[in-house]
């Protein structure tokens, strides 16, 4: 009740006009070590095994680190809450950036797989398409809306795709000052 009571409350907020999100330059790279390292815990007593892989390690772009920490703790609570065993393995990955413009970031677990219909409509406020989705014990279907939420207010978009299991693709805008890696597109 308390996480959808936060999620509802943060999709309010940031649905509404007035939030204001403080953005710092921010090594994307850097970032997403800190943020595995802050969680760890978590991902200990939740059995999910990261695989983190960075083609590039310094692409800046302007952060609320506060607001992203959501983005991806949204992403592996979705991980736990929706698998169908007992453990998880996670990669997230950096692939760089696109035209010089926007870095790409791959979060890709291992969970069941979702219709190419409803991938259409998993950022949808309320929506939780696949039969493991829609036990109502295992959330409220705003987590998803959250993270587009966030990643639209930094200026990037998110997409969702099937390959092992759900793939969330983020994009977010390139900090252009000083960046050396305009127009390269990498793969992980």
Do not use: W
Not at 10 to 23: P, Q, R
Not at 96 to 119: C, H, N, S, W, Y
Not at 172 to 181: A, Q, R, Y
């Amino acid at each position: 009740m308390q996480r959808l009571t936060d999620n509802l409350s943060a999709f309010v907020h940031l649905d509404s006009g007035e939030f204001v999100l403080h953005k710092h330059r921010t090594n994307l790279a850097v970032y997403l070590k800190d943020f595995l390292e802050k969680n760890m815990l978590f991902l200990e007593q939740n059995n999910i095994h990261v695989s983190y892989q960075a083609e590039v390690d310094d692409i800046e772009i302007n952060l609320d680190v506060s607001q992203m920490d959501r983005v991806f703790a949204n992403l592996l609570e979705n991980t736990v809450k929706y698998r169908n065993k007992n453990e998880s393995v996670v990669l997230l990955c950096l692939q760089g950036t696109i035209d010089g413009e926007m870095a790409e970031i791959e979060f890709l677990d291992d969970g069941p797989v979702i219709k190419t219909r409803q991938l259409a409509h998993i950022f949808d406020s309320f929506y939780r398409g696949s039969e493991a989705r829609t036990k109502p014990e295992n959330g409220s279907g705003l987590g998803l809306a959250v993270v587009k939420s966030i990643i639209q207010r930094h200026g990037g978009k998110v997409e969702a795709f099937m390959r092992t299991g759900l793939g969330i693709r983020i994009y977010l805008p390139v900090d252009k000052k000083e960046n050396k890696n305009d127009e390269k597109n990498f793969n992980c």
